[in-house]
DNA sequence: GGAACCAGCCTAATACCTCTAGGCAGACGA
DNA sequence: TCGTCTGCCTAGAGGTATTAGGCTGGTTCC
């Protein structure tokens, strides 16, 4: 019988990948053990069960994130560095649509704190940008929380459809909005 | 035999209740039959699939949106209309969490009319906020993607328990984050 | 009052998905 | 060369989605 050398990191990148053709809500045990010519029950070894693959899923998604919003953000600051990040941010999502949707996984820090590694890696990246605008605590929290908001926000509704009603460009609204957002930082709202 | 008294919409009251204690995702024709005390087959002299339910819920959902951003705005202009609706649209999500997760559904506009209504009643809302600040096109569509990402966003990641890991009160976030939508939209940026 | 109809629920059956228990065979260290 | 361990298997239980077809009690109409 030939093996079909199957590991927990190859099961991972291998969903990855079917989540993003299919959609993360299609991604199962069973298409994935289709995928490699293996019985469902092969999957078990490495895998705990399927909550357990979407959370590998959802970390890697949550990795490759931050990895891309650090190369967006090496050399930029200010104005440049937000539209960087956001623009990383938002590329990522339409490339990866699966694995942007397992980033969304409810997550419990307890107990799956790879995934809230990287999560907390992805935060520190997006404070990292507001040095350039000199906001301190708290509201440097509520900028983060906002800019956040916006940019999940957005992509979340394109993907959903929420924007396909009006004519104007997607992609001019979205430049228009990171252009909001820079505003906004710049003149952030006193107490 | 005694009859349940089926129809379409008391399931998908039902349908809703349900998934705003279990969780859409949880959301199943089984476990609405269960609740009724009928088989699983009976559903389907109702809704046509699965997928019919989750959009039947999905449009309910959008009509009540639409409804309290109406009752919210009634009487009020500017920066007041906004943050009423901010607060309308973020009370239902954390009220109706699962009806909330059904609003985001992605629905098909050609088929899924009663839905596509409910969305744009929601939308033509949105625009009425806008007037108070005297936005033209295209930057008022512009500023309409942006607030309701804004919105959304925030609801979305605080659910997903994306603002667990830092003390800042949610709450005092929240009131920030609707404070510098009010700025952006009295500065918005030019082209 | 009875016939015919229909709405509302049922049983039965198929198919897919999740997950556990236990088995076998090839690779690999002793 | 002999275990042993890893990696995949078979078997099977249980949940969900969906269709086909059947029974029954209430309604309608002569």
Known sequence: M??????????????AELADEVGFENLTVSALAR????KDASLYSHIRNARDLRVRVATLALTEL??????ALAGRAGRDALA???DAYRDYAKQHPGRYAAAQLELDPETETAAADAARRHAA???AILRGYRLVE????DAVRMLHSTFHGYVCLERAGGFRHHPRAVDDSWA???DAVDTVLRNWPAQ
């Open 2 to 15: 030939i093996r079909a050398g199957l590991t927990a990191e190859r099961l991972t990148l291998a969903a």
């Open 125 to 127: 990246l997006t404070r």
């Open 35 to 38: 995928r490699f010519g293996v």
């Open 138 to 141: 708290p509201d440097q929290t």
């Open 84 to 86: 960087a990040f956001a």
């Open 176 to 178: 228009r909005t990171v």
């Open 66 to 71: 931050a990895d891309r919003a650090a190369a």
